[in-house]
Antibody, heavy 118, light 105 residues
């Protein structure tokens, strides 16, 4: 059974940094694209970033380019989202998701809450 | 841009639900997700009309061009949730609709 577990969320001041982690299990991690999707509570979903299995293709939503970095550790089945220059509008629940060939998302973690506030 | 309508659909168990997702340009790659309060989204449909693993037959997807529909033939109590559509046509980016809430009337 596919399992994705995010960690690393919390309260951070504007301009600060945070690194989210996602531990994957139940599938061959190194065969799959991975993604981060966020959701302001009570609002819609927003794709943030995704990454090809070998790391040769990486994409970001325009609002986080230059501030967020997605990376992965295929040896340990981990995917990360390094966030810097955080803004209030980055406050959201961040979901890790398995991405089907850079398209849709067939498995999701439970999410981790990031709050950017002074 | 994906626009979902209605924002809220008030129906009774056993009724048919019809949810709309309209794209601002022609797409062929569309997925639908179900999300219950406090939970992660769950993939329902991809490729417009292909049900994901374990999704009951009462869920169906249809449409083409810019207009797409998710239909739930007979609502079960567990189907009351928020439904999101997502396009993945353009490779480098993906867009979600704002969601439709299906609530118990």
């Amino acid at each position: 059974e596919v399992h994705l577990a995010e960690s690393g969320g919390g309260l951070v001041q504007p301009g600060g940094s945070l690194r989210l982690s996602c531990a994957a299990s139940g599938f061959t991690f190194s065969d799959h694209w991975m993604a981060w999707v966020r959701q302001v509570p009570g609002k819609g979903l927003e794709w943030v970033a995704n990454m090809k299995p070998d790391g040769t293709m990486i994409f970001y939503v325009a609002s986080v380019k230059g501030r967020f970095t997605i990376s992965r550790d295929n040896a340990n089945n981990l995917v990360y989202l390094q966030m810097s220059g955080l803004r209030a509008e980055d406050s959201a629940v961040y979901f890790c998701a398995r991405d089907v060939n850079g398209g849709y998302f067939d498995n999701w973690g439970q999410g981790t809450l990031v709050t950017v506030s002074s | 841009v994906l626009t979902q309508s209605p924002g809220t659909l008030s129906l009774s168990p056993g009724e048919r639900a019809t949810l709309s997702c309209r794209a601002s340009q022609i797409i062929r790659k569309l997925a639908w997700y179900q999300q219950k309060p406090g939970q992660a989204p769950r993939l329902l449909m991809y490729g417009v009309s292909t049900r994901a693993t374990g999704i009951p037959e009462r869920f169906s997807g249809s449409g083409s061009g810019t207009d797409f529909t998710l239909t739930i033939s007979r609502l079960e109590p567990e189907d009351f949730a928020v439904y999101h559509c997502q396009e993945y046509e353009f490779g480098v980016s993906k867009t979600f609709g704002q969601g439709t809430k299906v609530e118990i009337k």
